[in-house]
T-cell receptor, first 112, second 117 residues
Framework: AQKVTQAQTEISVVEKEDVTLDCVYETRDTTYYLFWYKQPPSGELVFLIRRNSFDEQNEISGRYSWNFQKSTSSFNFTITASQVVDSAVYFCALLGGFKTIFGAGTRLFVKA | DAGVIQSPRHEVTEMGQEVTLRCKPISGHDYLFWYRQTMMRGLELLIYFNNNVPIDDSGMPEDRFSAKMPNASFSTLKIQPSEPRDSAVYFC???????????????FGPGTRLTVL
C-alpha cells in the first residue's frame, strides 16, 4: 500500500523565519516519483517540484529547497526567509505504479 | 498559453438534481485526471484518462458518478442524482506521458466548488 504522511497540519511563522514542511512516504515500488504542490488561497494547485526515486540529490530553487532521503522515506521542503505570499496549503504527493497519492497537506501561515 | 479550464467555477444545486462539470485540458496533454477535495478526505483521485480512454475509475465513489472524454480537448464529470455529501471542490488536471502512466507533474484547473443542498 502507498501512503503519504504530512504530520504537520498547520504551521504558523513570522515573516523571514525559515520553515520546514515534513513529508514521509510509504511504498513498495522501487521506482517512484515524489512531488510537492502549493495550493494558495485562490484554490488552484501549483506544481513545485518532482523527484524520482533514483535521484537523491537535494535541490534548491530560490528560497525553496528540498531534502530527499530514501533511508528515512522522507521528502522535506524548506522555505528560507518566508514571506506572506508563501501562505498556502502545501501537498506532498507520491506516484508509484499508476496513481498519485496526495498527503493531507500542511497549511502554512506566514505573518507579517 | 491557457491552462486547464474548468466550468462552472461554482455550482449550487438541490439534492436529486443532475450536475455536470466540465474540463478543457492543456493542448497536447494526453492525460486527464478528475479529483475531489474535501476537508474530511483530502484530495482523492476519482478517474483518469489517457488518450481519451478511461484507465482507472476505481476512485469513483458510486454509480451516481460518471465521466466521459469524447475528445482530446473536453471532459465531463456527471453526478446524477446529486446528494449533499457530494459537496466538494472538484479539480481537473492534465499531464503528458508514455502509454498507460504519466510520471510528470500535473497541471490543475481552478476547480469547481459544488454545493448540494
Amino acid at each position: 500500500a502507498q501512503k503519504v504522511t504530512q504530520a504537520q497540519t498547520e504551521i504558523s511563522v513570522v515573516e523571514k523565519e525559515d520553515v520546514t514542511l515534513d513529508c514521509v512516504y510509504e511504498t513498495r515500488d522501487t521506482t517512484y516519483y515524489l512531488f510537492w504542490y502549493k495550493q494558495p488561497p485562490s484554490g488552484e494547485l501549483v506544481f513545485l517540484i518532482r523527484r524520482n526515486s533514483f535521484d537523491e540529490q537535494n535541490e534548491i530553487s530560490g528560497r525553496y529547497s528540498w531534502n530527499f532521503q530514501k533511508s528515512t522515506s522522507s521528502f522535506n521542503f524548506t522555505i528560507t526567509a518566508s514571506q506572506v505570499v508563501d501562505s498556502a496549503v502545501y501537498f506532498c504527493a507520491l506516484l508509484g505504479g499508476f496513481k498519485t497519492i496526495f498527503g493531507a497537506g500542511t497549511r502554512l501561515f506566514v505573518k507579517a | 498559453d491557457a491552462g486547464v479550464i474548468q466550468s462552472p467555477r461554482h455550482e449550487v444545486t438541490e439534492m436529486g438534481q443532475e450536475v455536470t462539470l466540465r474540463c478543457k485540458p492543456i493542448s497536447g496533454h494526453d492525460y486527464l485526471f478528475w479529483y475531489r477535495q474535501t476537508m474530511m478526505r483530502g484530495l482523492e483521485l476519482l478517474i483518469y484518462f489517457n488518450n481519451n480512454v478511461p484507465i482507472d475509475d476505481s476512485g469513483m465513489p458510486e454509480d451516481r458518478f460518471s465521466a466521459k472524454m469524447p475528445n482530446a480537448s473536453f471532459s465531463t464529470l456527471k453526478i446524477q442524482p446529486s446528494e449533499p455529501r457530494d459537496s466538494a471542490v472538484y479539480f481537473c488536471a492534465s499531464s503528458w506521458g508514455s502509454a498507460g502512466v504519466s510520471y510528470n507533474e500535473q497541471f490543475f484547473g481552478p476547480g469547481t466548488r459544488l454545493t448540494v443542498l
